[in-house]
């Protein structure tokens, strides 16, 4: 049996290590490092461009949930995160380059896969293939993929900057992990009310960089929305997002800031940081000058500034099954961001499916739809809803799930019956024959 995967980003090398484990010789295209993104800064496979948090760990989360059960299938990018992670309260982050790393060794070292490096411009017409592009497809892969789809959308991703730890002021700092979750696994950065005020009024008022190629104003995805652009919506927006002081206190003064920005460790040497929820599109000489009247950040050395770039993907309700493959043409899938899920784990986690149902196409065997019940089942149902008109990228979400047959008030409780119940139902499926 054989099979092609086109991208060697977290969906296609899911992809391609799960049918490799089960005796499929794939060949996995990947452009770099001949070509790269504009997102793009290494020649490692699976390579995070925008953050280094795969998000909550805890598995009465959406987002815990959806690992939890990705693992039930041997998720790889998982067990890289896993050797790699760095501490950051209940979220699951990783030294980047390390994952990419862990990652690129293990795809390489396969004895079924075989990497092809080359720029892809068309998809083969025989055979199984998964396209796992990425959300950055451009060319004359985007011009195929635009043919074979009748058209694609798009939308706009932003990454948030990554400052020296030896940069940030220890004075004006402290270490603290909201509601103490973790061990002091964030550095807090506090502002008090006159140094948030003069802080957003800089934000609202900085140039932003311009965006090149487009004529219009773009879509920007909610949950990457740039911080200048959420603090146009009003004074308190971000002190009640990102910069939200709830669960913290100051040591200096024994009361909750006005307001906070919270750095994670952006590397396992804890030698680098990023700035939480700070996706930007500022051009560069005003992330330094605005970000920096943060007091923590006054003497601050951006490793690498915030960046903004075009996300495109198809409109799969109208293309896909819920295995992730085309209605018109059942041996070809797509995987990852370009299907419309939107975060790492979303997009590893398609890339799984996509492999459980190539390899099913590949035996003559029926595909498979895992329970509505199960975050995987779910977003692989959203994608494929055929009834939806307006489609947009959808993270792991509870709003998912069909409610549970008893009501339970407390939201941690309904939460955890939630992760509960899909879990059980995973395992019923016969996870382990697939």
């Given at each position: 049996m054989k099979a092609t995967v086109i991208g060697a980003g977290l969906a296609g090398c899911e992809a391609a290590y799960y049918l490799a484990n089960r005796g499929?010789?794939?060949?996995?295209i990947e452009q770099k490092p001949s070509k790269m993104s504009p997102a793009h800064h290494n020649e490692n496979f699976a390579e995070l461009v925008c953050s280094n948090s795969l998000k909550a760990d805890r598995v009465s989360s959406a987002g815990g949930l959806l690992k939890a059960e990705m693992r039930l299938f041997g998720?790889?990018?998982?067990?890289?995160?896993?050797e790699c992670r760095v501490?950051?309260?209940?979220?699951?982050?990783?030294?980047?380059?390390?994952?990419?790393?862990?990652?690129?060794?293990?795809i390489k070292a396969h004895e079924n896969i075989e990497v092809v490096y080359k720029e892809q411009q068309t998809i083969p017409n025989d055979g199984v293939v998964i396209v796992a592009t990425g959300p950055l497809t451009d060319g004359e892969m985007a011009d195929e993929i635009s043919r074979l789809c009748g058209n694609s959308l798009s939308f706009f991703d932003a990454a948030a900057?990554?400052?020296?730890?030896?940069?940030?002021?220890k004075d004006t700092s402290f270490a603290q992990s909201r509601y103490d979750r973790g061990e002091d696994d964030y550095i807090n950065c506090p502002l008090n009310k006159e140094e948030y005020e003069a802080f957003h009024a800089a934000l609202i008022t900085?140039?932003?960089?311009?965006?090149?190629?487009?004529?219009?104003?773009?879509?920007?995805?909610?949950g990457c929305m740039p911080i200048e652009i959420m603090a146009?919506?009003?004074?308190?927006?971000?002190?009640?997002g990102p910069m939200k002081p709830v669960g913290l206190r100051d040591p200096k003064t024994g009361h909750r800031p006005w307001a906070v920005l919270q750095l994670r460790k952006e590397n396992s040497d804890g030698t680098m940081y990023n700035m939480v929820g700070f996706q930007t599109n500022l051009k560069f000489g005003e992330q330094k000058r605005v970000f920096s009247m943060i007091p923590a950040l006054k003497n601050a050395e951006f490793v690498r500034y915030g960046v903004m770039h075009r996300n495109s993907f198809i409109n799969s309700p109208k293309l896909l099954t819920s295995g992730f493959n085309m209605r018109e043409n059942a041996n070809i899938f797509f995987a990852g961001q370009i299907t419309g899920v939107e975060g790492y784990m979303e997009s590893a986690m398609s890339g799984i499916l996509a492999a459980v149902n190539a390899l099913r196409v590949l035996k003559g065997e029926e595909l498979i739809t895992l329970p509505a019940t199960t975050m995987m089942g779910a977003l692989?149902?959203?994608?494929?809803?055929d009834t939806v008109e307006n489609f947009q990228p959808m993270g792991a979400s509870f709003g998912l799930l069909p409610s549970l047959n008893v009501n339970i008030r407390d939201k941690k409780q309904r939460y955890q019956a939630l992760a509960d119940r899909a879990l059980e139902d995973l395992?019923?499926?016969?996870?382990e024959k697939l």
């Open positions: 499929v010789k794939v060949t996995i998720s790889l990018c998982l067990a890289a995160a896993d501490p950051a309260g209940g979220a699951l982050a990783v030294d980047r380059h390390i994952f990419s790393q862990i990652i690129t060794h293990k900057p990554i400052i020296s730890a030896d940069s940030i002021d900085a140039e932003i960089a311009p965006l090149k190629s487009f004529d219009k104003a773009p879509t920007v995805y909610e146009k919506r009003g004074a308190d927006t971000i002190r009640f692989s149902r959203y994608i494929s809803d395992k019923n499926t016969g996870v």
